[in-house]
C-alpha cells in the first residue's frame, strides 16, 4: 500500500481476526459471515476508539453485497449520525470513473496509447521540461519525446498537482492556481500549456493533474461536457444515482455535514477546506477529483470493473479493455512527490495495483486494483478472489492512508471457502 499499517490500527486486525477464526472454525460455510463480523469489529473499534467520527462500508464476494453498514457519525457535534445513503465528497475516486470514460472512447478508436497527447490538446505541442539549477532558478530544456497517451493515463508524462510538492514547477501550479473551481477546463489546459514539465515524459511516477486533462480531451472528443458524458455513459447506464459533480436541493441533507483532521494528540478536528461547495454545479469539472457519490452507487461501479465491464446487463467496457485498465504500465518504480506508490505497486490506468502483494505486506491476490479519494474514501477490487470492497468516510486520507490495508487485512485474515 502506500504506507506500513500503523501498530495500533495493526493491534486491532490481530485481535479480531483471530476471535472471528476461532468463531469460524467449525464449518467453511460460516467463513463468509465471520470475515463480515471481523469486518464490523475491527472499524467499529476506531470509531469508538476516536480515530475517524464515522464510515459506510460495503463488500461484495461472487456478485452478491455481504456486508454494508453505517458506522458512527458524520457530525460528532451535532450528533448526526451515519447513514449508509450518506453522499461523500470522494475526491480522487473520481479519477477511475474519469479512466473509464477514456477507455469507451478509445473502444470506439477515438484514441490510441502511443498517440502524441498533443494530438488532442494541441496547446501541449512543444512542451518543454523545467530543470532547476544550483542557484535555484529554472530554466527549461525540450523533452525528449512528446507526452504519450499512456503515459498521460498513467501520471508518467511530466506533470505535476502542485500542492504534493516544493519544486519549482510545482510551485509554478499553484501561483497559477492551475485547478481554480471556479475556472474552466479550457483555461487549466491554458495554464498548463504555459507551465514546462516537472521531468522527462516516461520516467517517472508523479501524481498530478493528469486525469484533469484526460476530462478535457473526453469533452474534445464526445463533444459534450464530462458530466453529461458521465451521466449519459456510466452513471444512467449503472443507476448511479446519487453520484454526480453536485448534490441537488432535495438530496442536499444527505451531504455529509462534516469533515475532519486528526490533531497532533489524535483528536478529530474538523476541517472546513474538505467541505467543499457541491450546492451548484462548478464551473471545472474535475475529472481527477470532483465527484460525490454514495458507497452504494460506488459499489455499482466497482462491481461493473469486477465484472469485467459489465452489471446487470449494461455493458460499459469489454473484459478487455477493463484488464488493460488494471494491468501495470508504470516504467519504474521510483517516483517524485510526497504520494508514493510503496513496494509491491504498480499503477495502470488511473488506477495503482498490487504487482507483488507480498512485498506491500498485503494478503490481497495479485493483480489487487484500488484508489483512495483526500477526505477518507477508498475501494478494492481483487479479481482473483472475485471481491470488491468500498469505504467512505470523510478524514483527511494522509491521517488514516492505511483503511484500505486494515479492511484486506480483516477480510483476508480468515478462513475462506
Known amino acids: ?30 467463513a463468509p459471515a465471520a ?40 457530525d460528532l457535534a451535532a450528533r448526526v449520525p451515519m447513514q ?28 490510441n496509447l502511443d498517440d502524441p497527447v498533443s494530438d488532442f490538446v494541441p496547446q501541449f505541442a512543444g ?13 527549461r530544456v525540450p523533452a525528449e519525446h512528446a507526452m504519450t497517451m499512456r503515459e498521460l493515463m498513467t501520471h508518467t508524462g511530466g506533470l505535476t498537482y502542485g500542492f504534493f510538492g516544493d519544486s519549482a514547477v510545482d510551485l509554478l501550479y499553484t501561483a497559477e492556481n492551475v485547478l481554480d473551481p471556479g475556472s474552466s477546463l479550457e483555461i487549466m489546459i491554458d495554464k498548463l500549456a504555459r507551465i514546462p514539465l516537472k521531468q ?27 458530466a453529461e458524458f458521465f451521466a449519459e455513459r456510466i452513471f444512467e447506464p449503472l443507476a448511479m444515482v446519487d453520484t454526480g459533480f453536485y ?62 465491464g459489465e452489471l446487470d446487463g449494461a455493458r460499459i467496457l469489454k473484459p478487455e479493455t477493463v484488464a488493460l485498465m488494471h494491468r501495470n504500465h508504470a516504467p519504474t518504480t521510483e517516483a517524485q512527490g510526497s504520494v508514493q506508490l510503496g513496494p509491491g505497486m504498480g499503477f495502470g490506468m488511473d488506477v495503482a495495483v498490487f504487482v507483488d502483494p507480498a512485498a506491500a505486506q498485503s494478503p490481497v491476490g495479485t493483480g489487487t486494483f484500488w ?41 483476508y485474515r480468515l478462513p475462506g471457502d
Not at 286 to 297: F, I, R, W
Not at 392 to 407: E, I, N, R, Y
Open 1 to 30: 500500500m502506500i504506507a506500513r499499517l500503523p501498530r495500533a490500527l495493526a493491534s486491532v486486525v490481530s485481535l479480531v481476526a483471530l476471535a472471528a477464526c476461532d468463531s469460524a472454525s467449525d464449518t467453511p460455510a460460516s
Open 35 to 74: 470475515g463480515v463480523v471481523a469486518l464490523e469489529e475491527g472499524l467499529q473499534a476506531l470509531v469508538d476508539e476516536g480515530r475517524v467520527a464515522g464510515m459506510v462500508t460495503m463488500l461484495a464476494r461472487h456478485g452478491t453485497i455481504v456486508q454494508q453498514r453505517a458506522f458512527g457519525s458524520q
Open 84 to 111: 449508509e445513503d450518506t453522499i461523500f465528497r470522494i475526491y480522487s475516486m473520481t479519477k477511475p470513473i474519469t479512466g473509464v470514460a477514456m477507455m469507451i472512447l478509445y473502444e470506439q478508436g477515438l484514441w
Open 127 to 139: 512542451l518543454e521540461v523545467g530543470v532547476a539549477g544550483e542557484d535555484g532558478q529554472l530554466t
Open 200 to 226: 522527462q515524459p516516461g520516467s517517472l511516477w508523479n501524481y498530478s493533474v493528469s486525469v484533469d486533462v484526460q476530462g478535457y480531451i473526453v469533452e474534445q472528443l464526445a463533444g459534450q461536457s464530462l
Open 247 to 308: 448534490v441537488p436541493a432535495e438530496r442536499s441533507g444527505r451531504l455529509a455535514r462534516q469533515a475532519y483532521d486528526v490533531g497532533p494528540n489524535g483528536e478529530l478536528v474538523p476541517n472546513p477546506a474538505l467541505l467543499g461547495d457541491y450546492d451548484a454545479p462548478p464551473g471545472l469539472l474535475s475529472g481527477g477529483g470532483g465527484l460525490v457519490s454514495t458507497a452504494a452507487d460506488y459499489m455499482r461501479f466497482a462491481q461493473m470493473l469486477l465484472n469485467g
Open 371 to 411: 484508489w483512495a479519494g483526500a477526505a477518507g474514501t477508498w475501494f478494492w477490487i481483487d479479481p482473483e478472489n472475485d471481491l470488491a470492497f468500498v469505504g467512505m468516510a470523510q478524514v483527511d486520507f494522509f491521517d488514516v492512508m492505511d483503511l484500505p490495508g486494515l479492511t484486506q487485512q480483516l477480510v
